[in-house]
């Protein structure tokens, strides 16, 4: 009915052009259109966070906003967070604290983790415990995840 | 989900032009935590889709000699994270904080939580008892209505298929003026409310007196309702257990709640006159000038 859009957007620091329709979500294009899988789809309704990537400084769920919408905006993705082979702290936390286990929710957690720090570099507890109730993990009990983001803090 | 025409207007008349246009095939898209839900699951199927986030009049957040304009596509992390809004208006950021988690704190809107019309929904209370005003746009022209007239049953609206909600306007609060939000969920974030209840009241200078309150309660009727009753019984009142308990009492039976999976009518009803009671504790002593998060 109505073809597709050219949307130019900044993704990870890069300007990137990419076709799509007006009802492929972010999170769509983001994996099938420009190859990023890093960003996971779990529910595709907005309660699990495994989408969870930064628009111009929001942290959102990226299958709840169209890729149209993303025309002119900053997409921060989970490849981006590693500045080439060197890990951002938070990926090491999360190594060194074993803070996943099958993974899948892993992308989603570093990017509300990154998201939170971004704005308040020095959470306590409570905080991070706050900014990580929209992502949802089915293996690690969420004290790991927790544990792991406060040890990116203190490093 | 099924295809559709994407527009982003970036001026109010224009985008009324548009639902003119399309009235009854086009919905707008605010934060989109509710419709693309819907548009996903079959519920709605818009033929056009109008952004509301590029248009000035939606997007904007005022403060004006105390009275607080909120755009109807500002989002719920742009309300709680604005300073002067934590502290002059502390029910709204009592809402704001709740809804979803902080991914969809980013995009919902209090627009949106309004024309989606669920009876749960978390910032409609709030914005009942701080007596805002609803501002309207259609390309016939604009008006403005009091914000417990805007929800008429679940997902039904008194907005016309053409009319675009613009902004809610409050006003100043009084001095001596203290309001509050609770929720109950059977966890700490993330679920739909069982029930929720909004309080607030104006005391007198000496702070032991009540002059005027408004209560308005959620997910215990087929729209948030506004308890009108309720907050009129407390006038001229003094702040005590008492006063409290007996316009709690009203807000109880004023509510007709459904038993479903989230909770029975007899507990609903009991949770609407648990929250409405702290509610207005909570209410008062921010009056008096308590700082609660
Ligand atoms: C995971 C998750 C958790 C949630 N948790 C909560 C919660 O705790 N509490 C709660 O109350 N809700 C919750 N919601 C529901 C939703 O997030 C809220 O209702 C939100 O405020 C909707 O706002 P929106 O901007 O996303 O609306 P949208 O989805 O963009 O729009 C909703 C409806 O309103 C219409 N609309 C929007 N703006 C206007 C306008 N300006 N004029 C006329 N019509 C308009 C749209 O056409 C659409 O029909 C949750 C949703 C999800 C996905
Ligand atoms: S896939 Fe987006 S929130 Fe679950
Ligand atoms: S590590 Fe498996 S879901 Fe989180």
Known sequence: ?155 | MKDFQYLAPRRLDEAAALMAEHAGSAQLLAGGTDLLIFMRNGRKSPEVVIDAKKIPELTRLQLDAGRLTIGAAVSCRTVWEHPEIIEKFPALADAATLIGGIQIQGRATFGGNLCNAAPSADTVPPVIVYGATAHIASARGERQAPVEEICTGPGLTSLAPDEILVSLSIPAPQANSGAAFLRFIPRNEMDIAVANAAARVDLDETGETISAARIAIGAVAPVPLYVEAAGAALAGKPVNDGSIASAARIARDASTPINDMRGTVEHRKQLVEVLTARALRRACDRARGEKIQ
């Not at chain 1, 329709?21 to 983001?30: A, H, N």
């Not at chain 1, 299958?63 to 919408?69: G, I, K, N, T, W």
């Not at chain 1, 704005?119 to 992502?135: C, I, M, S, Y």
Request: glycine residues 10%.
């Open chain 1, 1 to 155: 009915m109505s073809g597709k859009s050219l949307v130019t957007a900044t993704i990870n620091g890069e300007e990137k052009q990419f076709l799509c329709e007006p009802r492929q979500s972010l999170l769509e294009v983001l994996r099938d259109v420009l190859y990023l899988t890093g960003t996971k789809e779990g529910c595709n309704d907005g309660n699990c966070g495994a989408c969870s990537v930064i628009v111009d400084g929001v942290l959102l769920d990226a299958c709840c906003m169209l890729a149209v919408e993303a025309e002119g905006s900053s997409v921060e993705t989970i490849e981006g967070l590693a500045t080439g082979d060197e890990l951002h702290p938070l990926q090491r936390a999360f190594l060194e604290e074993t803070g996943l286990q099958c993974g899948i929710c892993t992308p989603g957690f570093l990017m509300s983790a990154k998201a939170l720090l971004d704005k308040t570099p020095r959470p306590d507890e409570q905080q991070v415990r706050h900014w990580l109730a929209g992502n949802l993990c089915r293996c690690t009990g969420y004290d790991k995840l927790v544990r792991s983001v406060l040890k990116a803090v203190e490093a």
